[in-house]
């Protein structure tokens, strides 16, 4: 069966600082990748989506970057955050263009 | 471009019906789908149903489609407090493409006991 995991599941950091989101995926082979903020009051916001490896599509323009180094691994990015990238940051998967499948979330605080 | 709707709060008492609405602007969806996302965790596909069909029914339960009114519901019978969570409506894009899904902002179902 197919997995999912992304971590840390918790950060607390300080503006300037940099940031690595990292997400994994087991049990499958070429699948697309998604990273997703939630912020509260603003559902679901699509950051960046992935084909395939070293292919990767911004949706938002912001100081966040997305790589993607192998077939299952996804990683989030920053080279200094701001207090507006505070949020809930969940990473999710699908065979193509139907259902995704998520993570258990990574919540970033920063201060 | 896309958009769906649906409304931030509902309160049941448990032991009764929820029904969540959800509008879509997106007529040639293929796809619609409920998500439910529990307290700090991520997001579980509860239910999908396909654009040509009008009800899907899985134990507790049923989802309504009205393609002409672009109009989705999730009705959660004999509500829990297990059931209380944030319930996301999405829809999959035109055309099939890997963008991913659009999401509502999601509802809040609050159980009264």
């Known amino acids: 069966s197919q997995t999912i995991h992304q971590w840390p599941a918790t950060l607390v950091q300080p503006v300037g600082s940099p940031l690595s989101l990292e997400c994994t995926v087991e049990g499958t082979s070429n699948p697309n990748l998604y990273w997703y903020r939630q912020a509260a009051g603003r559902g679901l916001q699509l950051l960046f989506y992935?084909?395939?490896?070293?292919?990767i599509s911004s949706e938002v323009p912001q100081n966040l970057s997305a790589s993607r180094p192998q077939d299952r691994q996804f990683i989030l990015s920053s080279k200094k955050l701001l207090l507006s990238d505070s949020g809930f940051y969940l990473c999710?998967?699908?065979?193509?263009?139907?259902?995704?499948?998520f993570g258990e979330g990574s919540r970033l605080t920063v201060l | 471009g896309e958009d769906v709707e649906q409304s931030l709060f509902l309160s049941v008492r448990e032991g009764d019906s929820s029904v969540i609405n959800c509008t879509y602007t997106d007529s040639s969806s293929t796809y619609l789908y409920w998500y439910k996302q529990e307290p700090g965790a991520g997001l579980q596909l509860l239910t999908y149903?396909?654009?040509?069909?009008d009800m899907k029914q899985d134990q507790r339960l049923t989802v309504l489609l009205n393609k002409k009114d672009k109009h989705l519901s999730l009705r959660i019978a004999d509500t829990q407090t297990g059931d209380s969570a944030i319930y996301f409506c999405?829809?999959?894009?035109?055309?099939?493409?890997?963008?991913?899904?659009?999401f509502g902002k999601g509802t809040h179902l609050i159980i009264q006991p």
């Open positions: 992935s084909v395939g490896i070293g292919q």
């Open positions: 999710a998967w699908s065979r193509g263009s139907g259902e995704l499948f």
């Open positions: 149903i396909f654009s040509n069909m």
């Open positions: 999405a829809e999959s894009h035109s055309g099939g493409g890997a963008d991913g899904l659009t």
